[in-house]
């Protein structure tokens, strides 16, 4: 299994930034993809998972509203789309996978890590 990022970068506070996952080497839609973000000098924390056989979602509470995840099933590639982007918003973003349909934001229930890709929100 393997799971590539990419989309990120250096933006405004305010504005919209698009990430892909594309997954690759599951046998089966049974998976969940999550995102999670590390900013500088701060744990890891999970921002958003999708269940990717039926769509179901989860967020965490700082992005409700303005953060929204999607699956391409077509395509076997997850999106997250970042909107209204507040400083707090930067730091390294990476993509996960795990097998089983639980929709968790715990990193340590993923076994499958992208390299990450960093978004920057600054004016």
């Known amino acids: 299994v393997q799971v590539v990022e990419s989309g990120g970068g250096l933006v405004q506070p305010g504005g919209t930034l698009r990430l892909s996952c594309a997954a690759s080497?599951?046998?089966?839609?049974?998976?969940?993809i999550g995102w999670f973000r590390q900013a500088p000098g701060k744990e890891r924390e999970g921002v958003s998972c999708?269940?990717?056989?039926?769509?179901?979602?989860h967020y965490v509470e700082s992005v409700e509203g303005r953060f929204t995840i999607s699956v391409n099933n077509a395509k076997n590639t997850v999106y997250l789309q970042l909107s209204s982007l507040k400083l707090e918003d930067t730091g390294v973003y990476y993509c996960?996978?795990?097998?089983?349909?639980?929709?968790?934001?715990?990193?340590?229930?993923?076994?499958?890590w992208g390299q990450g890709t960093q978004i920057t929100v600054s004016s």
């Open positions: 080497g599951f046998t089966s839609d049974r998976y969940v």
């Open positions: 999708i269940r990717v056989s039926d769509g179901l979602t």
């Open positions: 996960a996978a795990r097998n089983g349909i639980e929709r968790t934001l715990k990193s340590e229930r993923f076994d499958y």
